[in-house]
């Protein structure tokens, strides 16, 4: 059973830092690029950054490239997105998938003064 756990998520003002984790099992970890997506309500979940299994490179949205990173430990199973520089309009729930239609349940990040 296929299971990714998100965590890391809270309150922090702007200006601010998170480290955001998604802990995953149930499936080979190594065989897949991991993504971190977010949304906020009325609106489509957006593809935040996205870590591949390969050397290819590492892929954000423009709105977070120079403020975040996606990294993954393979020996954890574990991918993390360390978020910097938060800003307001980074408010949102932010999910991981493994991009084969699995998700987590999602970690509220509010960036607020």
């Known amino acids: 059973q296929v299971q990714l756990v998100e965590s890391g998520g809270g309150l922090v003002q702007p200006g601010g830092s998170l480290r955001l984790s998604c802990a995953a099992s149930g499936f080979t970890f190594t065989r897949y690029a991991m993504s971190w997506y977010r949304q906020v309500p009325g609106k489509e979940r957006e593809l935040v950054a996205t870590i591949f299994n390969t050397y290819m490179p590492t892929r954000y949205a423009p709105s977070v490239k120079g403020r975040f990173t996606i990294s993954r430990d393979n020996a954890k199973n574990t991918v993390y997105l360390q978020m910097n520089s938060l800003k307001p309009e980074d408010t949102a729930v932010y999910y991981c998938?493994?991009?084969?239609?699995?998700w987590g349940q999602g970690t509220q990040v509010t960036v607020s003064s």
């Open positions: 998938s493994n991009g084969a239609g699995d």
